[in-house]
């Protein structure tokens, strides 16, 4: 494995991929249950994130989502723990309850509709 400090193309692990993946379903459900008006795509994103532009959001969400992608790609925790189990918080303060709501919502919501296979199939 090469340090990839000087390494500008994305190389992602399968953890943060399953992570980035989780977070722009959740956030998907949740702006599909509360923002009706202007969703479009995600677009613009890395290469290595190329499977999440099937995901949609209005474009609050989609900076909410920008932000935490951007967020988690920078985190400097090696084997990263649990967000809310980390002692750096590096989300800004408006969205860390955010994304909190958003995973209580989202995950409720799917369970909910009998997608348990989606949670399933992406948290373990
Ligand atoms: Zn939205």
Redesign the pocket.
Known sequence: MSSGADNPSLQLSRKEKKDLKILALF?SV??RD??AAG?SRLDGLPQELAALEKYS??????DFLLYAIDRRLKCPLDDKPACKHCHIHCYRPGHREKVREIMRYSGKSLIRRGRIDLLWHYLF
């Open positions: 956030t949740y702006c509360h923002h969703r959001c209005c474009a609050e969400c989609r």
